[in-house]
């Protein structure tokens, strides 16, 4: 993951939540969740990337996008909560987070926060990916 590919990233983020109305942020990590990039729209929430962040980085270790693993832990709980409270990671669940793949390689993950509800950081989330679809394989 380079820094260019995530401030691209962040700028299709942030065209899309202006155009929907939304103040957000967009964190931007590489394959292993190490951050690269993190921007906060002008009045969101202090707390939204921190949020965003830890979007991204469950993307980036489960290869999914938190819509998926959203979905896929609401039945198993207290495997999500446990790991949610892996010591030195920060992961979180909810929609918005949508990992980033070249030539069916995992680059890193794009997290988004803020706008309510989170049905609205997914399609963020996704606009900034550049892609449409998670790939089958993942």
């Excluded at 700028?11 to 957000?24: H, M, P, S």
């Excluded at 990039?37 to 290869?63: S, Y």
């Excluded at 706008?115 to 892609?131: E, L, Q, R, T």
């Amino acid at each position: 993951m380079t820094l260019t590919t995530a401030i691209e990233c962040i700028d299709k983020g942030l065209a899309k939540a202006e155009e929907l109305g939304f103040l957000v942020a967009i964190a931007v990590v590489d394959e292993a969740g190490h951050l690269v990039a993190c921007h906060r729209m002008d009045e969101a929430l202090w707390v939204t990337p921190e949020i965003a962040r830890a979007k991204a980085n469950a993307a980036a270790a489960f290869r999914s996008s938190t819509q998926d693993l959203e979905a896929r832990f609401s039945a198993r709980q207290l495997f999500a909560g446990n790991v949610a409270a892996l010591d030195g990671y920060q992961f979180v669940f909810g929609k918005g987070g949508v990992p980033l793949f070249s030539d069916g390689r995992l680059l890193g993950a794009v997290g988004v926060s803020g706008a309510v509800p989170a049905d609205n950081d997914h399609v963020i989330a996704v606009a900034a990916s550049g892609h449409a679809v998670i790939p089958a394989s993942h």
